[in-house]
């Protein structure tokens, strides 16, 4: 009996341990698949080191404040709360290293070979880690994302998301740039922690592409905690000392500029366009519904394909792909009506279409809305609004799209975004018992349209 040697090293090279890369990795070991990953920094990419988890962590730090302001007006006496950064800071470190070591495990009890260090791409069956060549029948490019910072004088002054996990201190007065998730979540936390907070955006409005009452909402609400929005400004020069004069020619010192102006894809030095890989116009690798790339065996997924940049959609693709590659079963994501949430104070979360975006389709819409103060704050001076809104069509009475602002958005329009998902109806909503007292009740207890 004669056996024949593999033609390659290994079936699967995935380049980047993140969020994307790690699950695809396992998942094809799982099926049975060699696979090898390089990655050069630590194991669970932007979201498990510098993004979700430990933001989640200081959003949990920050919203101690209000816990704290209105536990009096349910009797308790609290002493003059002190904030300790160095304590947060250290906490997390030893969360996020537990959270390295679990991803590396995962990993390695999986059989897969972990290569450290930076990957290039020779050809559309080779890679180059450390000066050593290794041969794939596939590739997997999952090497995300990384800040990118306006070109204005003076921005090696400001940090990005990369380094404010890790700051020394905690600044007494921080500018915050930006208008997405990562200014409203950080300007969230900055205020709760007790930091002067001014968030300057260029446009007119928070989170472009959200639903606009959302936006404008959430703008009145991180107000009212005290954080500074300044709208339509830009900062246009930094000087040493952190001196900011913005575009309008308003001028602040502070201790801290944070720019949350975007993330670009990590696609430099890979040797992408040399193996044949396009990239379009952001520099995102082109990938088809099975997250193929232009090159047969080169295929990526995660926030380098700038298709929508969260991590379960990421890990998703993944997931997909291991079932594409290694089970015989091509499967294409299904991108639409992906929920997310904001973890800014207050939260913001949807799913489905924006009012605008469904005004845009054809047909009549039907908008249920409703604005309360919560239970919760009831007892307190608090002028805090919980917000649902429900988009549906006229005809079919399908709801096209829900969207919250207030405590545990995220946690609420999870259990909606299934029925969303399933294409549920607003009678059926409305056939759906609340559970009271609750806020996520008024998502299945609006029965009036607001408009049409
Ligand atoms: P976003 O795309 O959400 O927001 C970027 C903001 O920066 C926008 O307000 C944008 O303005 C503004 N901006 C872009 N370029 C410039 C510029 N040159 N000068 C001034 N302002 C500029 O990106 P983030 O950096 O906040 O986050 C990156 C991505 O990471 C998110 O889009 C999301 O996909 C993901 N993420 C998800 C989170 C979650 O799920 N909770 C949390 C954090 C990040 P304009 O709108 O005018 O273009």
């Known amino acids: 009996m004669s056996t024949s040697l593999p033609r390659y090293d290994c079936d699967l090279f995935t380049i980047g341990g993140g969020s994307g890369g790690v699950r695809a990795s396992r998942v094809s070991a799982g099926y049975g698949a060699r696979v090898a990953i390089a990655e050069s920094g630590r194991f669970g990419g932007t979201c498990v080191n510098v993004g979700c988890i430990p933001k989640k962590l200081f959003s949990f730090a920050a919203h101690f404040r209000e816990d704290f302001r209105i536990a009096a007006s349910f009797g308790w006496t609290v002493g003059e709360p002190r904030f300790d950064w ?7 470190d030893r969360e996020i290293a537990r959270l390295n070591g679990v991803y590396e495990r995962l990993l390695t009890n999986a ?14 069956h080779t890679v180059e880690v450390e000066g050593r060549s290794i041969t794939a029948r596939h590739l997997l490019v999952a090497t995300g994302s990384w800040p ?24 007494r007065r921080a500018l915050v740039v930006g208008g997405g998730y990562i200014a409203v979540e950080f300007a969230s936390i900055f205020a709760g922690l007790g930091v002067a907070t001014t968030l300057a955006y260029r446009g007119a409005r928070l989170l472009r592409g959200f639903d606009a009452e959302l936006g404008e909402r959430l703008a009145a609400e991180m107000a009212q905690n005290g954080v500074t929005i300044r709208l339509r400004a830009n900062p246009a020069m930094i000087a040493p000392g952190l001196r900011v004069t913005f575009d309008d020619g308003a001028t602040g010192e502070y201790d801290l500029v944070l720019f949350a102006t975007g993330r670009k894809p990590n696609t430099a030095g890979l040797g992408l366009e040399a193996a044949g890989v396009t990239l379009d116009g952001a520099g995102a690798i082109g990938v088809d519904a099975l997250s193929r790339s232009a090159v047969e065996s080169i295929w990526a ?84 609004r919980t917000f649902m809104k429900l988009v549906v069509d006229a005809k079919t009475q399908r709801v096209l799209g829900a969207h919250m602002i207030g405590p545990d958005a995220g946690e609420i329009i999870q259990g ?33 349209p607001a408009s049409a």
Request: glycine fraction near 6%; proline fraction near 7%; charged fraction near 20%.
């Open 416 to 448: 909606v975004a299934i029925a969303v998902k399933m294409g549920a109806t607003k009678p059926q909503f409305d056939a759906t018992i609340g559970i009271h007292p609750t806020a996520a009740e008024e998502f299945v207890t609006m029965r009036e």
């Open 86 to 92: 160095a304590t947060l800071v250290a906490n997390k």
């Open 111 to 124: 059989g897969v070979a972990i290569h450290r260090g930076r990957a290039r791409i020779v050809d559309p």
């Open 301 to 384: 997924i995660g926030d380098v394909t700038n298709r929508l940049n969260l991590t379960p959609v990421a890990t998703a693709e993944a997931m997909a792909l291991a079932r594409t590659l290694f089970r015989g079963e091509p499967t294409p994501v299904d991108h639409a009506n992906v929920p997310t949430a904001i973890f800014s104070d207050p939260n913001v979360a949807t799913v489905g279409l924006s009012e605008e975006a469904a005004r845009a389709r054809e047909g009549g819409l039907q908008i249920f809305k409703t604005s309360f103060r919560s239970l919760r704050d009831s007892l307190s001076a608090s002028e805090h």
């Open 148 to 171: 990118q910072v306006p070109a204005i004088p003076g921005r090696e002054l400001a940090v990005t998301s990369n380094e404010i996990f890790a700051l020394g201190q905690l600044p």
